[in-house]
């Protein structure tokens, strides 16, 4: 029996890898997670597909890249011929239960087409990716009934039609008037909910209280917390709990502005990233993030707690990650999307209950994890088929527990679509004109634009890539084999899923069996 019976899958909203304490924040006391890093795994170089919120999620939950789920923005579908986390399960009589974010979109046309009722069981299965939705709640407009949030603040004295917008995103300045903290010149106020009505408390009580009630009944959950994304809003005390002088220093150069690529410059117009180039926005922003963070870290403490009490340590999977990070500044730009490791390397630490891992415990594992990674890392947990004609990922479990792996990838790629931003506009180009791709590996971060010359960055000599040598003809040797490596990455890419791999070995060269004589003399 495998030791894996539950899997608990935390995700946070923008989380910063270097903004935890195990990853080498000097002041942020993230002790919850650093013990989580004590009992298990810390990937050092683990990486989304993307920098957007959207599509990095349908990776996350389909094991599959950008090119191949499609779901290349947020507004953008998952394909109702996509298969998710939560239907692999279900086809083993498990449930993935969700508290939280997802970003999960309903493929209309594709009920339309298949004639599915959005209201039957399959309908309303497919239109939340599979997961059962204990409380979706996505933190970017005021919650409907997906969510028992609204209810949950009413019943608490937040009497209000829009609980979320008059009291969760809304402050109090120190006069008593109040204000929206989609205004980022009002974090520094904290917001009007008590903090146990905040967000991210109310879904750590949704969590700990669907884990109780399973009981010894084996269960799987997704806990996706909406911070430390915008809007910045702090309840009181996290507000005000670090100062600027307790944040990183801000990693850009005026250099970064001569001769920018023609998409760095184009998204430098949009208002994110004027208002973030700005030291008084993203002084204003940065301890509020980190008061955000430090929230995150105290309520993981309770959910600890819960399993040491309950004794689930010892037999549940526990990932933990981000779907992409925040710029908060760096390289003059804001929110997220761009392909420097601001962004696009996470925090992931995974805790494997196995024993065959207990010698890797406290470890760090510099090999290249990414976020198509998890899929095949929890059905390997539970002991269920690996789908590997669809799945693109692979299971890390061989690294957390110690084993010789000759074969593992040593990059990563992660893609961009930029069509619905404006930067596209101020570019002047398509909808179908927009795309990136990044090759990373431990030494060069190679991207290829689609219409523009690429970037080249020497991560050795200059890992916070603030030097472009895209068009620097002494590194044309390593552009070709950076490009090279992104041509190989292309051709592992799944085409065929509608047969398994098992299907496709038991046909082959058995053309004669089916009555097909081709060839012969």
């Not at 008590?194 to 109780?212: F, G, K, L, N, V």
């Not at 998890?374 to 690996?386: E, K, Q, S």
Request: glycine share 8%.
């Amino acid at each position: 029996m495998a030791a894996t019976r539950n899997v608990l899958f935390i995700m946070c909203d923008q989380l910063r890898r270097d903004h935890l304490g195990c990853y080498g924040h000097p002041y942020l006391r993230t002790r919850n997670i650093d013990a989580l890093a004590a009992r298990g795994v810390r990937f050092d170089n683990a990486f989304v597909t993307s920098g957007v919120c959207g599509p990095s999620r349908m990776s996350y939950y389909t094991g599959r890249t950008m090119s191949s789920h499609g779901a290349n923005w947020n507004r953008v579908p998952l394909s109702i011929g996509e298969i998710t986390l939560g239907e692999y399960l279900q086809r083993h009589g498990r449930t993935l239960a969700l508290a939280g974010k997802t970003h999960v979109l309903t493929d209309i046309g594709g009920f339309e087409r298949l004639e599915i009722a959005r209201s039957s069981k399959l309908g309303q299965r497919l239109s939340t990716g599979s997961f059962h939705e204990l409380d979706r709640y996505d933190g970017h407009h005021e919650p409907g009934r997906e969510s028992g949030y609204p209810a949950f603040l009413r019943q608490h004295g937040y009497d209000s039609d829009t609980p979320w917008s008059d009291f969760v995103i809304s402050v109090e300045d120190d006069a008593g008037a109040t204000h929206s903290g989609w205004k980022m010149r009002n974090v520094r106020w904290p917001s009007r909910v008590a903090e146990p009505h905040s967000e991210t408390a109310y879904m750590t009580d949704q969590a700990i209280r669907y884990i109780e009630q399973q009981g010894d009944e084996p269960w799987a959950l997704h806990l996706s917390y909406v911070k430390p994304h915008w809007p910045y809003v702090a309840p009181r005390p996290y507000h005000s709990m670090y100062s600027l002088d307790q944040c990183l220093p801000l990693a850009r150069r005026t250099s970064e502005l001569e001769n920018a690529h023609p998409v760095l410059a184009a998204y430098r117009t949009q208002e994110e990233c004027i208002n973030f180039s700005r030291e008084e926005v993203s002084n204003t922003v940065r301890p509020v993030y980190q008061g955000l963070i430090q929230q995150i870290d105290d309520h993981l403490g309770r959910l600890w707690e819960t399993l040491e009490r309950l004794g689930r340590w010892r037999d549940t999977l526990i990932v933990f990650t981000a779907d992409h990070g925040d710029f908060l500044g760096d390289h003059w730009l804001g929110e997220k999307e761009q392909f420097y490791d601001t962004v696009q390397r996470v925090p992931m630490i995974v805790h494997d209950p196995s024993p065959q891992a207990d010698a890797t415990r406290g470890t760090v594992e510099a090999r290249f994890m990414s976020g198509i990674d998890v899929v095949p890392t929890v059905l390997d947990a539970l002991g269920l088929p690996r789908f590997e004609e669809r799945v693109e990922g692979v299971s890390v479990l061989p690294l957390t527990r110690g084993a010789a792996v000759a074969d593992w990838r040593d990059y990563v790629v992660s893609e961009l679509d930029y069509s619905f931003r404006g930067a596209r506009l101020a570019l002047g180009r398509g909808p179908s004109e927009c795309r990136g791709w990044m090759v990373r590996d431990a030494r060069w971060k190679y991207v290829h634009w689609l219409g523009y010359r690429p970037q080249l960055f020497d991560l050795t000599a200059d890992p916070d890539e603030f030097v472009d040598l895209g068009a620097d003809p002494a590194h044309e040797a390593v552009r070709v084999r950076m490009h090279g490596k992104l041509a190989d990455w292309y051709g592992t890419l799944k085409q065929r899923i509608t047969l398994d791999n098992p299907t496709v070995e038991s046909k082959t060269n058995t053309h004669k069996q089916w009555g097909v004589f081709f060839g012969e003399w």
